[in-house]
């Protein structure tokens, strides 16, 4: 395990910083001493979390999809803060729902957001990682370990970004650049507690094993992915048995298989019922974002 480093004076970049995880990380880093960078599509939002920051802090409206946007976005916080040390790739929307009648465009958008997104992150702030040997931390989920049904735009975006993480850490690492894979499981936020408003996907969550079918507490989950960036591990669980989870990921898929049948033809009745858009507060910005005619700030 590798030591802990004070944050004190460091520069620290999360995006999805407007609510959630995103926003409890940047509070926990800013609380450490880490000066902060918000990045996210709420330019209000993210303005208010910037001013209840302990820290110097400042906040850039951009989309993590866009290589442009994101190039711009490294230059101009390196030029603000003189440096970037910790980039935290926390951006991220969902979607559930059979694929079979999913909607084309928001499955797609999760594949975007969450592993393109995160690629583009990495792609944009890498160079300033690289001057102050810095740490990159892409945040995962449970569904990178575990397939799930009425899960696979998410499932294949966090297994991919997972994946590339992966991939980084051996290609960068020479240079003295850190690359961590963070793992939450259902963790309450508006991403959850949106799903949980569809009745089918809420019931199918209960049905899980114990401990993967309950909602864990924010606070001390994000106070695991602090511990994670001070000591900047190559892997970082939210919740304390996700580390167990990786003994036995080579089981999953089959055990699933097996139960997800028995499961999806109990609710087959009732899965026209289920939501196929982009579920929670983020869902929701993300979509007025990419409505043609919506004013941006």
């Known amino acids: 395990m590798s030591a802990s480093r004070s944050l004190e004076g460091q520069v620290a970049v ?6 959630g995880v995103g926003e409890l990380l940047a509070r926990k880093l800013s609380a ?30 951009a989309d993590v999809t866009d290589h442009e946007a994101m ?10 803060f003189g440096k970037v040390d910790i980039v935290v790739a926390n951006a991220g929307v969902a979607a559930g729902g059979p694929f079979a009648d999913s909607d084309p465009e928001a499955w797609r958008r999760v594949i975007e957001v969450n592993l393109i997104g995160g690629a ?9 990682l690289a001057e102050s040997r810095g740490y990159f931390l892409q945040i995962a989920s449970l569904a990178a370990i575990t397939p799930a049904p009425m899960m696979s735009a998410y499932c294949a ?60 507490p924010l606070g001390p989950a994000v106070d695991r992915i ?14 304390w048995w996700l580390r ?23 609710f087959e009745p009732r899965l026209t019922s289920v939501s196929r858009g982009l579920v929670g507060a983020g869902g929701a ?10 004013e941006r700030h």
Not at 226 to 239: K, L, W
Request: proline share 4%; aromatic share 6%.
């Open 14 to 19: 999360v995006t999805g910083a407007a609510r």
């Open 32 to 61: 450490r001493g880490a000066k902060v960078a918000l990045v996210g599509l709420e330019p209000e939002a993210l303005k208010e979390v910037s001013e209840r920051l302990h820290t110097d802090s400042d906040h850039w409206h």
């Open 71 to 80: 190039a711009r976005v490294a230059e101009e916080v390196k030029q603000r």
């Open 120 to 128: 583009v992150t990495a792609r944009a702030f890498l160079p300033v």
């Open 157 to 216: 975006s966090k297994s991919g970004v997972e994946a590339f993480a992966h991939c980084l850490r051996a290609e960068v690492g020479h240079k003295g650049v850190k690359v961590g894979v963070g793992y939450l499981s259902w963790t309450d936020t508006d991403m959850v507690r949106g799903a949980d408003q569809d009745e089918v996907m809420r019931e199918l969550r209960q049905r899980l094993p114990w401990p993967s079918n309950r909602t864990y």
């Open 226 to 239: 602090v511990a994670g960036i001070e000591r900047r591990s190559p892997h970082v669980y939210a919740q």
């Open 244 to 266: 167990g989870m990786q003994g036995v990921r080579g089981y999953l898929p089959g055990i699933i298989a097996t139960v997800g049948q028995r499961e999806m033809k109990r």
């Open 285 to 294: 910005a993300d979509e007025k974002e990419r409505t043609p005619g919506t």
